[in-house]
């Protein structure tokens, strides 16, 4: 293969235009061997160079006093404060789970958790966003099964709890499913490692699994949509192990608690190329690297297949040389590979060399300096303005039955037992809540984490979808008493290449940008994924947002279960009844139409924080934020968590009573509080002109609204509980993974 | 009291006993790695789950021939209380200490949920903090769960009141709805004949936090610091 011609047929396989195929040569200087034109392709394929996004990525706030590190490094650092730092980062494995789930998801996990161990923490919880196409495609419940096995195979083997997720269900991804993986660790300040290289003589250390020929060109794979013959693509999808994972976790901490490593980077994406280039570009320095001396699975393989293999469980290193023996103890107690494979260089130049030749020479600072850059054309939809109102609206508790139990709602549980969400012994707040809690081992504080994104109001509107998007993850954190701290993304859009899809991502990071600057929540880390399509049909856009939080003392933690009768309902935000791209418009009249509820970040921060601030006066028993099916569906939910009944009462109002129970408007919270606190909370409300509610009180077993409906609640947990098994039934006497 | 910690490549609950050893004996456990072949003397030897070996071959049969094993199995035969959790119940019983085998899930999926156990045998180091059949809770967490043996040794267990825990509902019935794994009449945790060895699925060390809202856990390693 070293010998081949470089032909224009080869230069489009490798998914560079011919704009970029004219640049290469003219950073070059000359025609690239087949090596480098394997590197030119990953390097500056979308996956790797963020070449459609960069420049609107740059508008995201990513400052504040409490980020360590933003975006740039291998995941984001926040300080939580006594020295100790939280790592984060989300991102998205959606093609390779496509083509095959388990392996797709597994691998999703394992390069994610690479992302935060690198940086020196130890992961402490995984957290993922899932979304697969319609139910009633056959295909889904295959893909459902393979990817929630693929994700608890992995972490659980690792022993990282899986705390919190979603999970949704649309038609746009029947041809396109979204796993999004997002990782936390937990680091002391001062042991926080970085990718810079430095030092021109210091050694370059391959760590972990051999290299074999899995994974060739995944980045590149991610970096075009799908047609007919994706499963010929199977063959680009990684195989994960997740016990050499674990070892790779427990060696590298072991040797980061030393202060041995000069810089660290995992191989994910484009494997050894891309590692290399960026540890010795953040640096500017060069690299030379010796093939011959790479840890290899198989024989005979081509420098081209070493330099691209996306193999896991793999990490470089920039080491001293007079601490490498240090290292290989280390790596040879936890009977890892371990392998000097170069140094670092002052020469700016990555000199790749295999079997005495010199398979590769490119000037590194160029390279990556000149990766295209664009500003694609784009257009903006226009927004559906009036929504649509059905002739005939179904009695309230009909629709309840059916919003409880329609899958975007119905209990995840099927899922998350799958996942080992108690290991470490820290989780404090399990799955199903408003967010995940997690204990910092050994102190009182709790770390609450959550994902978000509601992809049809960004598919109605995407400023709006990516205002909302961030406004429901800061909500979310509120409603368990964490004072909202940063975000990391996963942004899944169609082909960038389209003026529509374009502007949607356009739109969609100026939402972001505004709520992430007025809710003071900036963006730490994240990745981009395009291309989700297939046959010219994209995905929503679906911006998944990976929040983080921090409650300064768990005894203020707040959950989602009133499990006590003769507590007060109290309504807070304002109720406009608002329809419009709803859950309740699409599951029960097959509508997905109008506007999507706006977001009034202003008011949000100010419901917010009263709400914050009554929780951690210890005046509020359960709280809850109102999102997807309105403000019944999130009683009913507060109702089922505690398994305690309420009764309600429908309040004055103009609002048909459809639109006040189902309706999505923003910015609202259910409140369960004792007698005692009612009237102080109606005056503290009242006194910031914050609109607040009674709404009623619980007891009982039963969801009533007064003299209208009347639902046992045994009914409605097992309909809210049953959707999800019945609906994978038919996979589960068959192991999926073998 | 001393106690130690087995640990191999793929352990991956050997902090979380740690943590709950070192709380309930005020002391700091001995982590003895799997390569080591000899410790010193122990009054307590935890053999903790996680996915030793990544579970390659068959859960727990690797880890079952690691070096240290050797000197615990000759430790566990002399009468050192022995306890081995989820993929250390798994380890037990390759090594023979214990009987029968721990099969994969009948639903044929991981298994993490919260679960309610009836207390078969207050008799022991182990569980004399607990009355017998008392209904206590703790977490479950694995994928290779079902016990199983054959119907002679069952009858053994049985007969000899071996059984240490059994999986049941909120009001104690041992049926098969309150069955997570499919494990034979419902059995969750084994003694050895002299009762010095535990094996258990479920994870006590998970459970010893007011914070996590369950503390049954706590209450078996106090039991094995109390007849120490």
Same mark, same amino acid.
């Given at each position: ?65 409490? $980020? ?42 394992? /390069? ?35 990817? @929630?096995?693929?994700?608890? /195979? ?29 990782? $936390? ?15 021109? /003589? ?15 060109? /995944? ?77 290899? +699975? ?236 297939? +046959? ?62 706006? $977001? ?11 709400? +914050? ?56 919270? @259910? ?6 606190? @009612? ?25 009533? @609204? ?29 192991? $999926?993974?073998? | ?10 352990? =991956? ?6 943590? %709950?050893?070192? =709380? ?85 999926? *991981?298994?993490?949920?919260?679960? *309610? ?7 022991? %180091? ?14 479950? %967490? ?17 007969? =000899?009141?071996?059984?240490? *825990? ?12 309150? =069955? ?49």
């Amino acid at each position: 293969m070293a010998n081949s011609t470089i032909t224009a047929e080869l230069v489009a396989e490798h998914g560079l235009d011919d704009k970029e195929a004219e640049h290469m040569i003219e950073v070059l200087g000359r025609e690239p061997n087949i090596t480098e034109l394997g590197i030119f392709s990953v390097m500056w394929s979308e996956h790797c160079s963020y070449k459609s996004s960069k420049k609107w990525l740059r508008e995201l706030p990513t400052q504040a006093p409490w $980020v360590i590190h933003g975006p740039g490094e291998n995941a984001g650092a926040i300080d939580i404060g006594d020295g100790q730092a939280i790592v984060f980062k989300i991102e998205s494995h959606n093609h390779p789970s496509f083509i095959e789930p388990y392996q797709g998801a597994a691998t999703g996990v394992g /390069g994610i958790l690479r992302d935060v161990f690198t940086m020196g923490a130890r992961p402490i919880a995984n957290l993922n966003a899932l979304r697969f196409g319609n139910p009633e495609n056959n295909k889904t419940r295959h893909l459902v099964s393979g990817v @929630v096995s693929g994700i608890g /195979g992995y972490g659980n083997c690792v022993g990282i709890p899986t705390v919190g997720g979603e999970c949704g269900f649309h038609p746009c991804y029947d041809g396109n499913i979204l796993v999004n993986a997002m990782s $936390v660790g937990l680091v002391e300040h001062d042991r926080i490692h970085c990718a810079r290289a430095s030092g021109p /003589g210091n050694l370059v250390i391959y760590l972990g699994a051999k290299t074999g020929r899995d994974g060739i060109h /995944g980045a590149t794979m991610a970096s075009a949509g799908f047609d007919d013959a994706v499963d010929a693509k199977r063959p680009t999808v990684q195989v994960g192990d997740p016990f050499t994972e674990k070892l790779l976790l427990e060696a590298c901490l072991e040797l980061m608690a030393t202060d041995a490593i000069v810089a660290i980077q995992d191989m994910g994406a484009a494997g050894l190329t891309s590692s290399s280039f960026e540890m010795a570009s953040r640096g500017d320095l060069g690299i030379e690297i010796d093939l011959d001396q790479v840890p290899l +699975r198989e024989p005979g393989m081509s420098a081209y297949e070493i330099m691209l293999s996306e193999s896991q469980e793999r990490m470089l290193m920039v080491i001293r040389p007079d601490r490498v023996e240090d290292a290989r103890k280390i790596f040879s107690k936890w009977e890892l590979d371990f392998a000097v494979i170069g140094q670092v260089t002052n020469s700016g130049r990555m000199v790749i060399r295999h079997q005495n030749t010199i398979a590769a020479d490119l000037p590194i600072k160029p390279l990556a300096d000149s990766a295209p850059e664009y500003d694609r054309t784009w257009v903006r939809k226009e927004t559906s303005l009036s929504t649509p109102k059905p002739a005939t609206e179904p009695d309230i508790d009909t629709a309840l039955n059916l919003l409880i139990s329609c899958p975007d709602l119905s209990s995840k549980r099927w899922i998350w037992e799958q996942y080992d969400h108690t290991v470490m012994a820290d989780t404090v707040q399990l799955p199903g809540g408003d967010a995940a809690v997690i204990r910092v081992h050994g102190t009182a504080k709790g770390i609450a984490l959550t994902t978000d994104c509601t992809p049809r109001y960004c598919a109605a509107n995407a400023v709006e979808g990516g205002r909302q998007a961030v406004a429901e993850s800061w909500r979310n954190l509120t409603a368990v008493g964490a004072q909202p701290l940063a975000i990391t993304n996963c942004l899944n859009f169609g082909n960038p290449e389209r003026p529509e899809t374009m502007g949607q991502f356009v739109g969609t990071i100026e939402g972001m940008t505004e709520a992430c600057r007025i809710l003071n929540m900036p963006v730490v880390s994240g990745n981009v994924s395009f291309y989700n399509e297939t +046959r010219g049909s994209p995905v929503h856009p679906t911006p998944t947002i990976g929040g983080v939080g921090l409650i300064e003392s768990l005894n203020s933690m707040q959950r989602i279960a009133i499990d006590e009768a003769g507590l007060h309902l109290i309504l807070i935000g304002s109720t406009y009844g608002h329809l419009g791209a709803s859950l309740y418009l699409r599951e029960i009249h097959g509508i997905e139409d109008g506007p999507p509820p706006p $977001v009034n970040l202003n008011l949000e921060q100010k419901h917010g924080s009263l709400v +914050r601030s009554l929780i951690h006066r210890g005046t509020v028993r359960a709280c809850h934020d109102i999102s997807d099916g309105g403000l019944l569906v999130a009683v009913a939910e507060m109702s089922l968590a505690g398994g305690t009944g309420v009764t309600l009462f429908l309040p004055e109002t103009d609002i048909a009573p459809h639109a006040f129970w189902f309706g999505e408007d923003q910015g609202r919270y @259910v409140l369960a509080v004792e007698d005692k606190n @009612v009237e102080p909370i109606l005056l503290t409300c009242c006194s910031e002109n914050i609109p607040a509610l009674q709404l009623g009180t619980s007891g009982g077993s039963h969801i009533s @609204v007064e003299e209208s409906f009347q639902i046992s609640l045994a009914d409605l947990s097992y309909k809210h509980e049953t959707w999800f098994p019945d609906f994978m039934k038919n996979t589960d006497n068959r192991s $999926v993974e073998d | 009291m001393k106690t130690a910690v087995i640990v191999f490549p793929g352990s =991956n609950c050997d902090r979380d006993v740690q943590i %709950a050893l070192r =709380n309930a004996t005020d002391s700091e456990p001995l982590m003895i790695w799997h390569q080591e072949t000899e410790m010193p003397s122990i009054d307590l030897i935890v053999i903790p789950g996680g996915f030793s070996y990544g579970d390659y071959l068959r859960s727990g049969a690797m880890a079952a021939h690691s070096p240290i094993m050797r000197e615990v199995v000759s430790r566990a035969q002399s009468g050192t209380p022995t306890l081995g959790i989820c993929n250390g119940f798994q380890i037990l019983t390759e090594t023979g200490l214990l009987p029968g085998a721990l099969m994969r899930n009948t639903s044929l999926k *991981f298994a993490c949920c919260s679960v *309610f156990l009836r207390v078969e045998n207050s008799y022991s %180091a182990f569980t004399h903090h607990y009355d017998d059949e008392e209904i206590i809770s703790m977490p479950i %967490a694995h994928l290779d769960g079902s016990f199983y043996t054959d119907d002679f040794t069952l009858t053994k267990l049985i007969d =000899n009141s071996l059984v240490a *825990f059994r999986y049941c509902d909120a009001s104690g019935n041992t049926s098969k709805e309150a =069955n997570p794994n499919g494990s034979l009449h419902n059995i969750a945790g084994i003694f050895n004949s002299s009762r010095n060895v535990l094996g258990m699925m479920p994870h006590p060390e998970r459970s010893t936090d007011p914070i996590m809202g369950r503390t049954d856990g706590a209450r078996l390693f106090d039991a094995l610091v109390a007849s120490f």
